[in-house]
Every structure is written in structure tokens, then in C-alpha cells.
């Protein structure tokens, strides 16, 4: 059989061999001889990917035939990073293809470094899909993904005189050999035009037309999405936007052959780019054209897959599709479906929208006024018009409902509307409640703080049961056995679990407990911390020239770069304490009085991208970098203290950072990160957490207990008032922080215009994310956790006063397994889709 002698390159070391010289010389149409690491790297991925296009083939038949339900997860954001290395683990076929490619001549980990990053995604929302993929096809669920294949995935971040520059991110370069494009899978998305009404002779009926005004063509390209430990590969299915074959006619006849070029350019510029914005939104006409691009395609392919085996049996529709909205960019799906079975399959709207409303669910991502959609009823109206009558629709039939059940509540009725008055526009969550049977947060404090503020009013209406919590996961297979090979094996020989099969059971993690006094083990489980952070280091000095000493304490903090993250929060304490360790010095204290009474040696490691509108964030970007310049010039401090910031940030980074470090900031103004999930990605590699009371650390402390994490800050119910307190008190900059703006002002850093917003921004305009407030809190937080770290980071052999933080660290990652994305993606599957793993 074809296909198994294709599978046995897993296996098989010859069978690989051969296949990849035959990718070589056809494929390729290059020799042996003049094979470098490029070309390598896309010869192994083609015999390997060919293996997975038979598992992904044997899946999808299989998947037909038991004609369960399928769950599809539409997010405008997969953040991939690299597949090769994914693969070899999920296929367990490392060691052979490393084997194979020595015997070839070459190194595997180079091999794997010629990968670009698919990078189509922000962060957490877009990183969060790829780990739900992950988990679908390694839990043997039946799920597939859809999304956007951006040609630009986010930018390339330099750093050019400590300012970020973004540079295109032409990912696709070179073929990628991850996917496949299915160019004969072609479905016709409208835009514009106008509607109009049709008198049905047979029902009496007036029926509602669209007549669009430009065509464009969605285009699959399909990414395999293979399973852990399992032949079970699902589906990521990315749209290409492209002209219509009908060439525009009308103004080539004109004689405008320009123009008509144009129009056709004009359609592929739908999926060129990703929106850089992370948290916050933009209003822009081609974001709500790629939103619908993307819906319309997906919903059009889900309906053909089902009539395809179920006619026109719409009743059947919610016992065959479950959708999940991620975050309310595809809520025009919602839109879209009913537009679907009313205009053109002809039902009732009573009908569709019961069917409607049982296929969705809705996740929400964050609770900040800035980042909820509001698109203009104009915009709507105009590239849309069909639409944006059924969503007065939708809005009529909802309101009247409320006013059933809240007789005489005008209040309640205009806050709960979907139309907001002025401006008109359309409020895009809201609309996701309404058209959803269910409504979630990712984490327990975002769950419930979500149904007490922005969505009370909802929970009033429809009542408590419809909004749920699922906290965030993250896939261990990734973020442990890929970016910790080391601790990854160390971990399966104490759990005497030499096939991994822990990777897909976390909470096996708690045996660790039982080594936590075992000093063989703690000195394993400590070398292999060292020698990550020498290779964080390593990575350091490639991209940034500092050099970093390994046995300093590594705190970093790399996630976008936002206001409410609060990276200057940090970077004003890494201030003081540089100011404050020049003035011991300067009054004759020694450095190594200082290290032993004062501050341990550390690396202070900043790392993530600003939106390019974003003033502020580039700002503190800028601001880090300046300080870094200074402190790391200072022969003085020596390795008493570094800042660096690393350039590009990104999934493959992630990868090298997170194992290297030893203390992450997840500093967020509480109530404001609705989960994060780097904070789990640090913990499960056995870093300590410096953070306050939000999003998922309070989960995290709950689970590997609050002597083991170091939190600081006001609590997310004092926020509303000390925010009032600032506006109508005044902000009261504590002595330290002072400090901290005056050298900043007396441009130790360079000129203090560069800074000025950032410091108006807390002294003048309310200090919103409340930096005030929690900066000596944070200074004491550091007091404390530079104790049990001790003063003699110690090096791979001397643990010197680590003992304490070591088994801190083995204790978190011990009880770290509930943070998987295999258990969030159960949570989805029994409380929200009502579907149940296949039986591989
Ligand atoms: C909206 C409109 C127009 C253009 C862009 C956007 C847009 C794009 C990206 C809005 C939001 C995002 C991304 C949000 C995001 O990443 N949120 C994060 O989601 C994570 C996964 O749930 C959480 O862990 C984080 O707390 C949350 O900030």
C-alpha cells in the first residue's frame, strides 16, 4: 500500500533517508551536494508532512463516517510559530529523524532554526487558538480550525536607536511545505450592492434579496493538525482572498485597463495582512471586510459539508456543528447563518434562529472599553446591507423579548440594545450574547467580573446559567516536551513514564511531589534550569551583544507591550534600584556589601511588541532600551544588574525564553488581564511568578500554593475607587517613585521629552493603571523573593542558597497539570459543544 510505505518514514531511518533525498533531487531539483540547511529543512518537512497528509486523509474519512458532531473554532488569529519540531513530537519521530539527518550531515536543531514562524496572530488570543488545535486533534476530538492565511503575519520588530521599527513579516517567502493548498476548493463572498424584495407566487410571501457589488473568491489552504500520541489529525483551514475569473468588463471596455487591474489587486488585499493590534480596536473598513471574507467562507463550507450529508434536515444542524466565536471578531457568523437559512433556505426566522443560537458559543477575552467592537451602522449598512437589516432584526425580536419579560423597563431595553445611539453603531458583543447559547471568560476572576460589570444587564436577562468560565490551558506537548526537552525526560523518568504519555495527562505532575527532598533530584532538576538560562543567554548575546551572566537571577518579562501590563511599572523599579544601588556605591558601600545586605545579581529581560499606533507602548519600549544603554555601559555595577530587550519577540523565542527563566513578571493593573497565559508557560517550566491578584494567577496560586508565588498589589475591587480618588484627590507619587522621574527628568536616560507622556500619563491624567499605587508594593514583593533566592545564585553544580527556590519551583510545576489546554478543551466539549471524543 502506498500510503503505509509514505507513514513508515516515521519509523524508518532508511525509509526517511530515501524519501528525503528523493524531496531533494525532485521536489527541490537540487543534488546532495549542493543541499544547505534551507533546503534540508524543506526536504525533511515534505517527508514528513507527507506522512501527515496520510493520517490527515485517514482521519477526515473516518471522521465522515461516524458523522458525529464537529466543533470548529473560528478565530482571526492562529499564532503556529514553527511546525517541524511540533510534528516530530506529535508523531514521536524525533530521535529517528535526528539520527537520519546526522547520517545526511546535518544537525537537526539547525535544520529546525531555517523555519519561518507562522506568526498570524497578536498574542494570547491568537497563541490561545493554536494550543486549542493542538489539544482537538491530540484528545481525538473532531474539530477543525478556520482562519485567515495572512501573506503578512504580524511585523518583524527591530529596535534602531532603542525605538521600535516594524518591518513586513513576508512569511511565505519560500513554499511552505506545511500546507496544502486546495485551489479547486473556491467559494464567492459578496460585498456592497443593495437588497431587494421579491414577491413569492407560491407562499404569498415578499422574500429579501442581496444582490452583491463586488465579488471576491475564497481559496482553502489546509494545515494538518497532528495529534499527540494519536493518529487523530484534524483541519486548520486558512482563507486566500482572489479576484473572480470575471474580468471587470465595463472598464475594460472603457479602455480603463488600469482600474480594472486595480479591482482585482483590490480583492487579494483582503487577507494580506494581520491587524497589528492586540487589546484594542480599530474601526477600519478592510477589518470588517476581512471579518466577513472569512465568516462567509467558513459558514459556506459548514453548510456544504452538512447538506452534503444530511440534505436539507436543518433540524438535524445543531446535533451535527458546534461553532465557537473567539472573541467577537467572526460574530457576523452569527449574521451570516441566519441570513443563510431564511434568505436562501427559505425557513422562518423563529425557526433559524433557534437553530442559530444553539450552534454558538462565545468566548470573551477582555473587559476593557477600549478593545470591544462598535462597528459604525454607516459601514455596515454600506458593505453589507442585507446584513445589517437582520441584525435590526435580531435586535427588534431580542428587545421585544425584554420588554416581555421587564415590562416598562426603558432603561434596561436601551442598555441592553445591540444598536448604540451615537454614535449609531453596532456593538459586536452584545450581538455575540444574543445570537450564543453560551457566553464565556477564560479565567474564574474574568468569568465572574464580565457578568457583574460590561455583561450584568445580560445575566439579568437571560440569566446566570448562560455565562461560564473556562480557564485558559496551555498545550504541554509545545510548551514543555518542545521548549524542555531536558526537564521534559527528567520528568517522564521520575514518573517512570519512558512513552511520555504524561503530555496528555498533566495532572500526573503531582508525583512529582515525592522528590521535592531528594537532593539528587533537586540537583538535576536545578542543571537543567542553569543550562537553559545559559542558553537564554546565549540567545541574549546573538540579538542584543549584552552579555548576561547565567548564574545572576534571570526576571523577565516578554508579552505585548501595554499600559495595562505595566512593563513600566517594571522598568521605573528596575530604575530605582539602579539609582539606589550608584548611591551606596557612591557612599563607599562595596558591591559585594551590596549583593550580601542589599540586591542580588540580576538580568532584568524585557521582550514584546508595541501596535504601531500605539504611542505610549513605543514609548516604554523606548524608555527600557535608554535605561538598558546606561546600566549596562556602567562598569561600576558590573553583573550586579542588566536590562535587555529582545528584539522580535515571538513563538520560537517563547520557546528559548521561557525554560530560561527564573522569576516572570505578570504585573497586570488587576481586573484588567482577562487570563494570560505565559504565566502558565513560565510555571510549567518550573519559573517563579512575581504577580497581583488577576486573571489566571489566582488560579495558579490556588493550585500550587500562595508560599509559592509572589504577589503583590490592590486587589481588583479597590481599583473603580482609587481611580476616582486619583481624578478627584490628586495622585500621590510615593518618595521612590519620585525619584524615579527625576532622573529621568535630569536625562539620565537622554532627553526627558522622549519620556514626558508616560510620566503626565500617572502624574497628571489619573494614573489610570493605578502605577502609583502598587510601585512600593512591587519593591517589597522583590525584598522578599531576592531572600529565597538568596544572594549566591550559585552555578550547575553549587546551588549555593537555592535550595529554598529550587523546590518552590519543583512544587509549582508539580501542580501545574490543571493548566493544560487537554482539560480546557474537555470543559468546551462537555459543557458548551455537547460532543465527545472519537474512539481512535
Ligand atoms: C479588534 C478589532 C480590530 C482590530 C483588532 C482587534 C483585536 C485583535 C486582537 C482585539 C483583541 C485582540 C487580542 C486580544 C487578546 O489577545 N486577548 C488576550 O487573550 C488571552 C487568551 O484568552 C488572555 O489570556 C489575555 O488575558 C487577553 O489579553
New binding site residues.
Partial sequence: QPSDTVKSVVDSKEKFEEEFVKHVETSLGRSMYNCDDLAAYQAASNTIRDALIIDWANTQQKQTIQDGKRVYYLS??FLMGRAMDNALINLKCENNTRQSLNELGFNLEDVLNQEPDAALG???????AACFVDSLSSKNYSGWGYGLNYQYGIFEQKIIDGYQIEAPDYWLKYSNPWVLDRNEIQIPVDFYGYVYEEHDPNTGKVKKNWNGGERVLAVASDFPIPGYNTDNTNNLRLWNAKPTNEFDFTKFNAGDYQQSVAAQQRAESITSVL?P????????EL?LKQQYFWVAASLHDIVRRFKKQHKQNWKKFPDQVAIQLN???PTLAVVELQRILVDLEGLEWNEAWSIVTSVFAY?N??VMAE?L?KWPVDLVGRLLPRHLEIIYDINFFFLKEVERKFPGDRDLIRRVSIIDESPKSVKMAFLAIVGSHKVNG??EL?SELIKTTIFKDFVKVFGAEKFTNVT?GITPRRWLRQANPKLAALIAEKLNDPEYDYLTNLGKLKQLEQFVDDEDFLKQWHAIKFDNKRKLAALVKELTDIDIDPSVLFDVQVK?IHEYKRQQLNIFAVIYRYLHIKELLSKGVTIEEIKKNYYIPKASIFGGKAAPGYYMAKTIIHLINKVGEVINADKEIGNLLKVVFIPDYNVSKAEIICPGSDLSNHISTAGT?????SNMKFALNGGLIIGTVD??NVEITREIGEENIFLFGNLAESVEELRHKHVFEGVNVPETLQVVFNAIEKEVFGPADEFKSLIDSIRYHGDYYLVTDDFELFLDAHKKLEKVYGHDGGDATDRGHLQEWVKKSVWSVANMGFFSSDRCIDEYAENIWNVEPSNQ
Fill in positions: 482571526l488569529e497578536n498574542g494570547g488570543l491568537g497563541r490561545l491587524y493590534n492586540d487589546n484594542f480596536e480599530s474601526g477600519k477589518r472573541d467577537t471578531h468566548t477575552h477582555t478593545a467592537e477564560v479565567a474574568h485558559n505585548r488581564e482577562a487570563s494570560g497565559t486573571g489566571a
